[in-house]
């Protein structure tokens, strides 16, 4: 069990987070690049001091200022999974895996048993004598993990475990990382800055922006009700932010004016407008809804089987539209359209 | 005998050179020992290649033949003979050669750059010590004591041929521990007391003054050391190359040369 | 179809600047002029005679052993103190390092001079160990070994130096993340990470050590089979028998351009 409070200062930046992770979990520490989760990963591996603070793992004192206690990384109990993987280049994969083993005073041939159990069973025992240049990035980062688990550690740290793969292995490998992150029964911590992996691999998410948390809890809480345009962005949804101005009706900041279908629950509203319920016409809309709004495309981005359409005006947002919608609209960038969408299409929570 | 030749020839050169000059050129005050009064300046730098040992020697006549000659400057290239020659047969731009011995002044004269030298001081060897002489040395058989440190000049150097001479004509099978490459290196580990003893010249000694004792070798095993000078032909002034070679020559110089330890040619 | 040479393509794409290839050939030039004149003058008739004295095969063997164990020690003193000088801070580091390479500006006669204060029977350290124990380095091959050592090592600490800068941290990261000592990661990873500058550093240092002569016929003297090493025995040569002193050269350069010939690039890089 991981308890870290941590504050770190480094120039004009500061981290100040608090992070504490069960066994049996695997936390992931998201954000965007900047906001200090790669620093908290180092600061939990002892490879950089707290400025204030505690870290403390099952029990054990491993970083505290106040008390002038700090355990070197060297006898922390823990694995680390770099983001380069950092496989020693001169090793084979074989003794990359019994390296930790020989560290802790294991003689070479029990560390390299060892280290081929592990190498099977990751499957990667046809590649025990390769060196790490010969791997592919999948097999690398099996390695690395294997490197990371085989002295038993307590601690878990993966940092961007699947940023060196391209997007076609990324995929693969990050549904296997999640087969083999469930076999490790200690705490699991993994930074990154991809959702999807966030997603994916964790029990729990904990957003860092600029060295602060802004929203914390699982997957699917943090998608629902994002917390901050970042979340919001990163999970593909448009929050807007405003005021209430009646039971039903928000004031964007922008001064456009929303209606809502249900109640609204407080003064201080976010709205959360998924990117489909968006409808585009070229001229103003039949009927009277009560969303329209006169918007400007500003881009179009192919994603898959639908076009992301950019909009600028007084509802600021992205539309998710069939590429035949494109078409028979005729858009492109600086074209002028109306938007609508359905006051049940509106989601508000209090900010 | 020297000094009448050269008035003899000054005194026939004399009207000759007024006849020549037309009364163009003031006459010198210069004073050199042997020319006359009334001979026009001598004026131009020369290049004086000699032996390390003529060191202090040297730069002391050289300083006086300045002082006499206003607008002439001498400077000096001391070294071993042996590489002094070696760069002279080379086309070093040397005015005049003065070696530590024969031979080397023999190879520049078969090499072509040197006519007539004259031999214009003898030296000898003599034991050097360190100050306090702690090693107790006594004479030419203590080298032969390998518990001693003895240093020896290198054999192709003159200095260290003639050593080995004198071992010889003393029977002395010496256990040498370094042989230097010129005598004045030597002569500084001596001094420093990083040798127990070594053989230098007699000149040597005395230019250390009191950082160095010094054991003398009988006469009939000590060996006599010859100096030749001479003006190179390729001297870029003959005249003023001239002009020293007679003033080392000169009673002034030699006196200069005894003062330093060195014995008459 | 149009058939290049392989070589063609990729010569095209390394085309040097119009600059570089005739100051580059210049400097080729510069350096091999000397060594062509020198071959000219070489007493080939009676090489083999000459080669085959005595004296000649004493200079050599001293000069290839004491060169070496100047190495040797240079790797074992130099290594730790590049180390300390790329990766530590303290106060002086500058002056430390300025100091280490002192010994490549000075003249290296000085150098055998200050060694002598030092080590000499009446030195520094020299006086009091030789009183006590009658052990002198001066006039002994491990005279020879020490003023190889004191010139030449700069150039391995300055070079081992700069291959740790260039070195990637990371890796001493994660080896500490998997538990491993100080002294572990100094041994595995660090050392042979650097092992491209601490080649290029010690062929740096041999050659230089095998050149020595100044500090080495001040400090060790001069005699043959114990001190006198190539260096020393081609100067001396030189003034009384030329051919003698050219046949040890071409010897020297022969036993150089065998040691460095076969340094492969890939050795020297990272």
């Excluded at chain 1, 930046?13 to 965007?32: C, Q, S, T």
């Excluded at chain 1, 992301?308 to 919608?325: F, K, Q, W």
């Excluded at chain 3, 060169?67 to 074992?76: C, D, K, P």
């Excluded at chain 3, 055998?112 to 020299?126: C, N, Q, S, V």
Aim: proline share 6%; net charge negative; with cysteine.
């Amino acid at each position: 069990m991981l308890h870290a409070a941590i504050e770190v200062h480094l120039g004009a930046f500061r981290l100040d987070i608090d992070v504490d992770v069960d066994d049996g979990e695997v936390v992931a520490l998201l954000g965007p690049n900047g906001a200090g989760k790669t620093t908290a990963l180092r600061v939990i591996a002892g490879l950089q001091p707290l400025d204030n603070g505690r870290i403390e793992l099952d029990g054990s004192v491993l970083d505290d200022p106040a008390a002038d206690v700090f355990v070197p990384t060297a006898e922390r109990p823990i694995g680390v999974v770099f983001q380069d993987y950092l496989l020693f280049p001169r090793l084979s994969a074989l003794d990359n895996v019994a390296f930790g083993l020989r560290a802790r005073g294991h003689g070479k041939a029990s560390a390299r048993n060892r280290a081929r159990d592990w190498l099977e069973r990751f499957a990667l025992a046809e590649h025990a004598y390769a060196k790490p240049r010969t791997l592919s990035g999948g097999q690398a980062q099996r390695v690395a993990l294997a490197r990371a688990l085989a002295t038993d550690p307590r601690l878990l740290l993966l940092d961007e475990p699947l940023a060196a793969l391209d997007a076609g292995t990324r995929l693969q490998v990050r549904t296997e990382l999640r087969r083999h992150l469930a076999t490790f029964h200690g705490a699991r911590l993994l930074v990154t800055h991809d959702p999807v992996d966030a997603l994916v691999l964790a029990d729990r998410l904990v957003i860092v922006e600029q060295g602060h948390i802004t929203q914390t809890g699982t997957p699917a809480a943090v998608t629902a009700r994002p917390a901050s345009r970042y979340i919001a962005q990163l999970v593909g949804i448009n929050l807007l932010h405003g005021t209430a101005t009646g039971e039903h009706t928000v004031r964007l900041d922008t001064g456009a004016e929303l209606t809502v279908a249900d109640p609204l629950p407080g003064l201080d509203i976010a709205l959360a407008i998924r990117p489909q319920a968006i409808a585009l016409h070229r001229q103003t809309p039949d009927g009277s809804p009560r969303n329209a709004w006169a918007a400007t495309v500003t881009d179009l981005e192919a994603d898959r089987d639908r076009v992301r359409v950019s909009l600028a005006g007084p509802v600021p947002a992205t539309a998710e539209i069939t590429p035949a919608a494109v078409a028979d609209l005729d858009l492109a960038p600086g074209i002028s359209v109306w938007a609508t969408v359905k006051a049940v299409d509106l989601t508000a929570y209090e900010r | 005998m020297k000094l009448r030749v050269l008035r003899l020839l000054a005194v026939v050169s004399v009207p000759a050179l007024v006849l020549a000059a037309c009364g163009g050129d003031d006459a010198a005050s210069s004073s050199t020992p042997g020319a006359p009064a009334d001979e026009p300046a001598l004026d131009g730098d020369i290049a004086v290649f000699a032996a390390a040992s003529l060191t202090d020697a040297f730069t002391e006549l050289g300083t006086a033949f300045e002082s006499e000659n206003e607008d002439v400057s001498v400077e000096f290239n001391f070294g071993a003979s042996s590489a002094l020659r070696e760069q002279i047969l080379a086309g070093a731009p040397a005015d005049v050669f003065a070696s530590a011995n024969t031979s080397n002044m023999d190879q520049v004269v078969d090499g072509g750059a040197s006519t007539g030298p004259e031999n214009f001081a003898t030296n000898q060897l003599q034991i050097a010590v360190p100050a306090g002489n702690e090693a107790g040395v006594t004479g030419l058989d203590d080298f032969a004591n390998a518990d001693l440190l003895i240093g020896l000049c290198a054999a192709e150097v003159p200095c260290g041929e003639l050593g080995r001479e004198a071992l010889a004509n003393a029977g002395v099978a010496p256990s040498v521990d370094t042989n230097e490459p010129d005598v004045r290196s030597l002569l500084t580990k001596v001094e420093a007391g990083d040798l127990d003893a070594g053989i230098v010249y007699v000149t040597d000694v005395l230019a250390a003054g009191d950082a160095v004792e010094s054991i003398d070798i009988p006469a009939d095993e000590n060996v006599i050391a010859t100096y030749p000078i001479a003006a190179l032909t390729g001297a870029a002034d003959a005249a003023v190359a001239d002009a020293f070679v007679e003033f080392v020559l000169s009673d002034a110089g030699q006196q200069v040369l005894d003062s330093y330890g060195f014995d008459a040619p | 179809m149009n058939r290049r040479r392989p070589g063609a393509r990729r010569a095209k794409q390394q085309r040097a600047p119009w600059l570089v290839l005739p100051l580059a050939a210049a400097a080729v030039a510069y350096v091999a002029v000397p060594f062509v004149a020198l071959l000219q003058r070489a007493p080939w008739s009676n090489l083999s005679d000459l080669v085959g004295r005595p004296v000649v095969i004493d200079a050599l063997r001293l000069s290839m052993t004491t060169a070496l164990a100047a190495t040797g020690i240079a790797l074992l003193l130099g290594i730790p103190l590049a180390w300390v000088l790329a990766r530590t801070r303290f106060p002086g580091r500058s002056a430390a390092r300025a100091l280490v390479i002192l010994p490549m500006v000075l003249p290296p006669v000085v150098g055998g001079a200050a060694l002598l204060f030092a080590f000499g029977r009446r030195g520094l350290l020299g006086g009091p160990v030789y009183d006590s124990t009658g052990f002198l380095l001066p006039f002994s091959m491990w005279g020879v070994v020490a003023a190889n050592t004191f010139v030449a090592m700069p150039f391995l600490v300055l070079t081992v130096e700069s291959g740790l800068r260039a070195a990637d941290p990371r890796y001493e990261d994660a080896a500490a993340t998997l538990g491993a000592s100080r002294s572990m990661i100094f041994r595995r990873i660090t050392v042979p990470h650097a092992a491209p500058s601490i080649i290029a550093g010690a062929v740096l240092c041999w050659a230089r050590a095998l050149g020595e002569f100044g500090a080495t016929v001040t400090f060790a003297g001069n005699l043959q089979g114990r001190t006198q090493t190539m260096p020393l025995a081609v100067f001396l040569a030189l003034e009384s028998d030329r051919d003698a002193a050219i046949a040890l050269s071409l010897v020297l350069i022969a036993v150089s351009l065998a040691v460095l010939l076969p340094l492969r690039d890939r050795w020297l890089s990272v």
